[in-house]
């Protein structure tokens, strides 16, 4: 009975997962696949390892957990013999794939969770399964490889198991067994990200307060076994991927609270989660999800335990995680659940009799729900698939740029395996003169003979607060003065800039040392400084008539531009998507494709004008009167009218209309039918359509 729910549930976040077509947070990438594909695949395929695993901020059981899906995807294209494209897209495609699992799973609890407060057949219990399902943040973010979805996921899973009443776990030897599973989990979360302690904290506080010492001696007692063999299996796992004893929760503490290296990355106002962050989780809930809120603390009595302590939490978390400067939406994702819990009492209470009765009198209500949930479908067609999508397109463009440019295309099942080939040679290479972590980065590429570097951004870490004061990371140096940068940062500057793409050479030619020396690996070219002038650079719209002045002499020229989003906050990332090359042939297909689109676009707009002129004359044809013209109307049309397209040999070429004697040779005599209204208004749309 439950597990076809759970079923439905798992194919909605499979269409999620793989509609899902937008840029969101670089931690989604460079914080868990980016050390996964390291794992995965080795040292010397240009993973991006950010700063935060060079000092051993992130737990390695994250990506852990997705290098073991890389590899399986790996060996199951080397099995199936696909090609090397074949297997590119499939190791894309396999995080998303087990996200969805994990996405479908924190809805099932969810839904499960709410059964347990409300009842197993209640509207309540309908109501949160239907939020969760159309939230717009759920779908935007629930099938993402942020560490805050797994947290929110296990979360949820364990607030399920968690022992609500403590008298039943000291007689129940199965509520003992599900409090351990509870801990375990929690304990799992609080080390993917430990600010999930406070929800926790909070929980174990109340259990505390409203029990007596036995139950006390078993929450001490579970708590210190499940914490400290969780916490074992953690340690141990950092050992094996740093290589030495560390303790990743205390230095993510450390640096981003004690050295304040989390305002390196912007300030918020201290309201943020109340203006911003609850909005932007719960969209159109947000007014139900205040009254249920406003109804548990006002009323406490008429409420449950188990709403009072999920309202508890939701209000205890934000405000602490509000003292801190960096503020973001992502850390109270774990709260959506139980908001969702909380807000389903209000919404049932509004919305129930316009759905279950059929009087007129709920009409209004009943067109409130549709427009709600049409918004939410909006929202989330929206942020999903449109908003921020060229900067995911982009790197499919250049992976297939370099399946088309690879001299080599072998099956992932052969002896010489595309991962085992010489990365000292590259295929095609790229540059992101972006804002830095602005796109996907190797667990995108999937190539390692595809070589890229863009722009960094790594914080001050051990600077003292002078040094703070005055640091300029390269993002920063590159837009504060293009040209400059260009200059004293590439190789060569702005005199010397190859004229023809690496890949149109032989291997070992180079053109005058305007070429730079091969690197040893892809890790090594994107860490190279000054940086080598690349066969494609990758830009936003915004820096395109920069790059036009200061490269209007090189052989750079657009070959390639896709959409990316209407708006952005970020002045620097306005605008689409470019791409500049220097293979000729390229430029010339992409110009002849732009023609191409542009006489498309031409006869498309030309139809339309055909068709509109049609349409008028359908409009005149109705307004006409009906009855059948007289026989006197008849044949003073046909003697008037122009003659036709044959004429006699004897008559003369100019085919003047028929005059008789009497009448005057002025054409003034008759009148004009430029008063009819439907005349001139087919004269207005006429000049419209062709302004």
Known sequence: ???????????????????????????????????????????????????????????????????????????????????????????????????????????????????????????????????????????????????????????????????????????????????????????????????????????????????????????????????????????????????????????????????????????????????????????????????????????????????????????????????????????????????????????????????????????????????LVLINLAIAGYTSIYHNSGIIDVLSYLRHQHEAHDPVSRPAGSLHHPYASDTSQPGITAGFLMPCHSTPWRSHMVHPTLYAWALTCDPPVGLNATEKALYVDEADQFYADPAQFLREHMSGGLRHIPRSPSYTLPPGAYDSSLLPLPHDSPAAYQQATPHDWPDYLVFFAQLEPTLQSLLRASSYAECWRTFNTPIHDDWRRRGDVVVWCLDPAEQAAWRSQQRQRALEQRDRQFDRIIQEFRNEARRQQRALPRSSPSPWTRWTSGLFSRPPAWSWPWERRSRLQLRFPWSRPSPSKWPSWDWLPWKKSAEARYRELWA
């Open 1 to 371: 009975m439950s597990t076809s729910p759970l079923l439905l549930l798992l194919a909605l976040r499979l269409l999620n997962a793989l509609s899902l077509h937008t840029f969101f947070q670089p931690d989604e990438f460079f914080q868990s696949l980016e050390p996964a594909y390291q794992l995965a695949f080795g040292d010397n395929q240009g993973a991006w390892i950010t700063w935060e695993w060079r000092h051993h901020l992130r737990s390695s059981l994250h990506p852990l957990l997705f290098s073991g899906v890389y590899a399986v995807a790996d060996l199951l294209a080397r099995l199936l013999h696909l090609s090397s494209a074949v297997r590119a897209d499939l190791l894309v495609a396999a995080p998303k794939t087990t996200q969805a699992l994990i996405a479908a799973i924190a809805d099932f609890y969810t839904w499960k969770l709410a059964r347990r407060v409300y009842g197993r057949n209640s509207h309540e219990a309908t109501a949160v399964l239907a939020l969760t399902v159309l939230s717009p943040w759920q779908w935007f973010c629930s099938t993402r490889t942020l560490s805050n979805c797994l947290e929110t996921s296990i979360t949820v899973v364990a607030l399920y198991l968690w022992p609500w009443d403590w008298s039943d776990a000291q007689t129940d030897r199965r509520l003992i067994v599900q409090l351990r599973q509870c801990l375990a989990l929690a304990a799992l979360a609080c080390i993917f990200r430990p600010t999930n302690t406070l929800i926790w904290m909070t929980l174990a506080s109340v259990a505390w307060m409203q029990n007596g010492w036995s139950e006390r001696k078993t929450l001490c007692r579970e708590v210190f076994l499940c914490g400290s063999s969780v916490l074992a299996i953690s340690t141990l796992a950092d050992r094996l991927y740093y290589g030495v004893w560390t303790f990743p929760p205390l230095k993510f503490l450390y640096f981003n609270i004690a050295q304040s290296l989390a305002v390196f990355y912007g300030r918020n106002d201290w309201h943020y989660y109340l203006s911003q962050g609850y909005p932007l989780l719960l969209t159109t809930a947000l007014p139900f999800t205040l009254v249920g809120l406003y109804r548990v603390v006002a009323r406490p009595a008429s409420a449950g335990p188990v709403q009072r302590q999920l309202a508890t939490i939701c209000l205890f978390m934000p405000l602490v995680l509000s003292l801190i400067s960096h503020k973001e939406v992502r850390f109270i994702y774990p709260l959506l659940p139980a908001l969702h819990v909380l807000t389903a009492p209000p919404l049932v209470d509004f919305f129930l009799p316009a759905v279950s009765r059929s009087t007129g009198a709920y009409t209004p209500r009943r067109l409130t729900l549709a427009f």
